[in-house]
């Protein structure tokens, strides 16, 4: 499996941007997808969790009612939905699958994530 993600580039801070992720060799249906993002000299942080299994998806709090994770099973892809950004969202932005085909208590653990795309950097501005 492939994960290729898109859409990443510089906003001004209040603006949107929408990520996508493109999975090739298999099926999302056959995964859990997580978003998550490394800023510089910081952590991978863990955003949110969607899989067809999950009736909701599940956010990480930092995120939760400014981002919208969703999934198109007909292109095989998944999206994530940033609005009003904020400068400390700058950061490395990666799609990555779980074998497991849903999202679990432990889905904010990054290590859970068997397969990564290469990832999209986002820049917001002040």
């Known amino acids: 499996v492939q994960l290729v993600e898109s859409g990443g580039g510089l906003q001004q801070a209040g603006g949107s941007l929408r990520l996508s992720c493109t999975v090739t060799g298999s099926s999302i249906d056959d995964y859990a997808i997580g978003w998550i993002r490394q800023a510089p000299g910081k952590e991978r942080e863990w955003l949110a969790c969607t899989s067809r299994r999950n009736v909701k998806t599940l956010y990480a709090a930092s995120v939760q009612g400014r981002f919208t994770d969703s999934r198109d099973p007909d292109k095989n892809s998944v999206y994530l939905r940033m609005n009003n950004l904020k400068p400390e969202d700058t950061a490395v932005y990666y799609c990555?699958?779980?074998?497991?085909?849903?999202?679990?208590?432990?889905?904010?653990?990054?290590?859970?994530?068997?397969?990564w795309g290469q990832g999209t950097q986002v820049t917001v501005s002040p």
């Open positions: 990555a699958a779980d074998t497991r085909d849903f999202c679990g208590s432990d889905s904010w653990r990054v290590d859970r994530y068997e397969h």
